[in-house]
């Protein structure tokens, strides 16, 4: 059964099922949502101490810090700066430049083949950052990290 033949069923017509229809449409009854495979990364916020912007990377990831706390789980990423950090399914944490060396678009971390995709136009990163498919052809920056309690430093 339709959505349509549902809200018919229902005994709504014209104008009514018009504005049912109309507002699911715009507001609720969308396909996107969480069946998303590859969820954007949360921005990691607070709990940042150091440079996670420009040439002079260093900075230390507080993962008691809400902002953070995705990164205690393994398979997860998030974004802090100019720098998407993913902790694999083996629990290794992977830091990367965020910006895909086609045209800047952020990169996705894929915890089941541990390697990091561009949305835009499909060009794939190992988790070394080295290019696995095109159209980018220079690999991710790759960064340091170290893991000292909770607080995780990542630098050049
Ligand atoms: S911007 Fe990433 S593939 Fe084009």
């Known amino acids: 059964m339709t959505r349509i033949e549902f809200l018919k069923s229902l005994g709504l017509s014209g104008a ?9 449409t715009l507001e609720s009854c969308s396909s996107k949502g969480n069946d998303d495979p590859t969820p954007t990364p949360p921005t990691g ?3 940042v101490t150091g440079t996670n912007t ?3 990377i260093d900075f230390t990831l507080d993962l008691n810090n809400a902002s953070n706390a995705n990164l205690k789980n393994n398979g997860t990423s998030l974004v802090s700066g ?3 950090i993913a902790r694999n399914n083996n629990g290794d944490f992977v830091a990367l430049s965020k910006a895909c060396t086609h045209q800047g678009t952020t990169v996705n971390f894929r915890a089941g ?3 990091f995709e561009c949305r835009n136009h499909g060009s794939e990163f190992n988790a ?3 290019v696995t498919k095109g159209p980018a ?4 920056k790759k960064f340091n990290t ?4 909770t607080n995780l430093r990542v630098f050049a």
């Open 113 to 115: 083949s541990n390697d």
């Open 45 to 47: 916020g607070t709990g």
């Open 16 to 24: 009514t099922l018009f504005s049912v229809l109309a507002t699911c």
């Open 146 to 149: 170290t893991l000292s309690g």
């Open 128 to 130: 070394n950052g080295g």
């Open 82 to 84: 100019d720098v998407i």
């Open 137 to 140: 052809l220079s690999a991710l």
């Open 54 to 56: 420009g040439s002079n």
